[in-house]
């Protein structure tokens, strides 16, 4: 049965290590007969929340503020699987990523509750090191205080320079994770 999937990549670098992640996970995904929609947050209009509780008023524009969120809210609502994807940027994700996460606060403002919608989900990410722990926390967290379930994590270190990532094991694991979702 195939799934909806949809990927934050908060990412700067178009062509990254993260992007290779993606392609990679996207590749697999798509083979499973998934529909994948990827936004490279980093060339869009996104703002900060300004943390006012004025949304969830309207389910199709959840948020008061109107960008590029417009876009993606649509998406996510339908979405099955949300796969966050960054660099490592000071033992987190980045700024990018978790920008376009807390606006998605809005959807949860819809529920009476503050429920936040049922999803699974998936980290990908790129570093120049290997300390992910503070990520994996977050993360983790993350999943458990929003009701999710973690489909799988990949996490590929070392990789700094546009290009490090080639020939990494990280690739085959990023493929086989988008592969299996859906089987």
Same mark, same amino acid.
């Given at each position: 049965?195939?799934?909806? @999937? ?12 993260? =992007?290779? !992640? ?12 998934? @529909? +994948? ?8 209009? +996104?703002? /900060? *929340?300004?943390? *006012?509780?004025?949304? /969830? ?6 948020? +008061? ?6 876009? @993606? ?6 979405a099955d699987i ?24 809005? +959807? =949860?403002? *819809? ?14 990410? =790129? ?9 994996l926390y977050w ?15 990949? !996490? ?8 490090? @990532? ?6 085959a694991e990023a ?9």
């Open positions: 049965m195939s799934k909806k @999937i949809i990927i934050l990549n908060g990412s700067p670098r178009k062509n990254g290590n993260t =992007a290779g !992640l993606i392609r990679e996970f996207t590749k697999g995904a798509e083979s499973a007969g998934n @529909i +994948v929609t990827e936004f490279f947050l980093d060339g869009m209009n +996104v703002n /900060g *929340c300004k943390g *006012c509780f004025g949304g /969830g008023k309207n389910s199709d524009s959840p948020c +008061v503020q109107k960008d590029d969120m417009e876009k @993606i809210y649509p998406v996510y609502k339908e949300v796969v966050l994807a960054s660099p490592l940027y000071y033992w987190s994700i980045s700024g990018q990523l978790k920008t376009a996460f807390d606006r998605l606060f809005a +959807v =949860a403002e *819809c529920d009476p509750d503050y429920r936040n919608p049922k999803k699974e989900s998936i980290l990908l990410m =790129a570093a120049e090191g290997n300390g992910f722990e503070e990520s993360y983790d967290r993350l999943e458990k205080h929003l009701g999710w379930k973690s489909l799988g994590k990949v !996490l590929c270190g070392g990789v700094m320079a546009i290009g490090d @990532i080639k020939d990494r094991p990280e690739l493929y086989e994770l988008g592969k299996i979702i859906g089987s």
